[in-house]
């Protein structure tokens, strides 16, 4: 505090400069307080985000058989064409649907996305097999 004691004219404004840095270090202090329980905080959501996206994963993954069956059941009534087109349109659906599965994983881990977007590939496969299966349905 030396400096200002010889920058400024009088012992008083020296006094009130002095004050001045003090209450400007307390707001820093409790700026600094509140980023570290700001971090802390955040710490703690995205603990809560990796618990949430993991247990919606397992539990996609459970419906996914679900799901695939679904898929399976239009993909195998198909009379046209040969059984290897079905088999590998099946493939190709779950390569998909686990890229899609696991983008969408990465996503909400960070806290890019909310955890629903990793039942989307689940709701497209369902989608897409009742779609075939009016579809076969109405051509038999």
């Known amino acids: 505090y030396w400096p200002i004691l010889m920058l400024s004219d009088t012992r008083r404004e020296a006094e009130e400069e002095i004050r001045k840095l003090n209450s400007l270090n307390r707001e820093l202090l409790t700026d600094s307080q509140k980023r570290s329980a700001d971090m802390m905080l955040s710490r703690q959501q995205r603990i809560v985000q990796n618990r949430t996206s993991e247990i919606n994963m397992r539990l996609a993954l459970c419906f996914s058989c679900l799901a695939f069956a679904i898929l399976g059941i ?37 806290g890019l996305l909310p955890y629903y977007v990793i039942w989307i590939p689940d709701v497209l496969v369902v989608v897409i097999g009742i779609f075939l299966w009016f579809y076969n349905s109405r051509r038999v």
């Not at 088999?87 to 996503?107: C, H, N, R, T, W």
């Open 74 to 110: 239009p993909l195998g009534m198909r009379t046209r064409g040969t059984q290897f087109a079905s088999f590998a349109l099946g493939i190709a659906m779950a390569a998909v649907y686990f890229l899609a599965l696991k983008s969408g994983e990465s996503q909400v881990s960070r």
